[in-house]
């Protein structure tokens, strides 16, 4: 079983900044993926941000230039530093892991989704 656990949403003004937090933990044999999803009220859930094998990473277009997603391998944690935040980034952000665990004597891959955590821009 893995957790997940997000932080460092909150209420900023626009133009401002936020850094979001997502720390992965327990069985883990590799992280495969960990990626940023948001959801504003109404919409559907959408990527904002990937990354794969430590510098690869792709974003949607919305955020290109204003949002960069970095890991930390060594302690299974994924940021999301946003600036230039805009009214229309509001939303729930969520934490995406897929990863490999030893499950009944063998490797298996799995998929976890953080709880979420709430980012507000006010205008």
């Known amino acids: 079983q893995v957790q997940l656990v997000e932080s460092g949403g909150g209420l900023v003004q626009a133009g401002g900044s936020l850094r979001l937090s997502c720390a992965a933990s327990g069985s883990i044999y590799a992280i495969n993926a960990m990626d940023w999803y948001r959801q504003a009220p109404g919409k559907q859930r959408e990527l904002v941000a990937m990354i794969r094998g430590g510098d690869s990473v792709a974003y949607a277009d919305s955020v290109k230039g204003r949002f960069t997603i970095s890991r930390d391998n060594a302690n299974n944690m994924s940021y999301l530093q946003m600036n230039s935040l805009k009214p229309e980034d509001t939303a729930v952000y969520y934490c995406?892991?897929?990863?490999?665990?030893?499950?009944?004597?063998?490797?298996?891959?799995?998929?976890?989704w953080g709880r979420g955590t709430q980012v507000t821009v006010s205008s």
């Open positions: 995406y892991v897929a990863i490999t665990a030893w499950n009944a004597g063998d490797l298996h891959e799995f998929e976890y």
